[in-house]
């Protein structure tokens, strides 16, 4: 089982941007892919972006339109979001997850979930 914490949520106004972390511990070797969900006021979990942990292949939901960034650091079993230019419907919730599926691109079959990280845009 791998455990996942996530950090760097907050309140920010619209226009700026934020760095979500996701720490990784425990069995980590199984681990094949890392991405994130998020979950906004009175909506269903959403699917965000996804990592390899090997080669570093990312693959994204159509709605983050290059305003969102993933990246991974294997070194410290650590996967970043970046979200630039923040929009008030990007207040959410934001998970981490991680899949041992291989090329599970969307995370369908997450193993492993971190408590979330709220992330609130101001205007």
């Known amino acids: 089982q791998v455990q996942l914490v996530e950090s760097g949520g907050g309140l920010v106004q619209a226009g700026n941007s934020l760095r979500l972390s996701c720490a990784a511990s425990?069995?980590?070797?199984?681990?094949?892919?890392m991405g994130w969900f998020r979950q906004g006021p009175g909506k269903e979990r959403r699917f965000v972006a996804s990592?390899?942990?090997?080669?570093?292949?990312?693959y994204y939901a159509n709605f983050v339109k290059g305003r969102f960034t993933i990246s991974r650091d294997n070194a410290k079993n650590t996967v970043w979001l970046q979200i630039d230019r923040l929009k008030l419907e990007d207040t959410a919730v934001y998970y981490c997850?991680?899949?041992?599926?291989?090329?599970?691109?969307?995370?369908?079959?997450?193993?492993?979930w971190g408590q979330g990280t709220q992330v609130t845009v101001s205007s």
């Open positions: 997850a991680s899949s041992s599926v291989h090329l599970d691109y969307e995370l369908k079959y997450a193993n492993s």
């Open positions: 425990g069995n980590t070797f199984s681990n094949n892919i």
């Open positions: 990592i390899l942990w090997s080669g570093g292949m990312t």
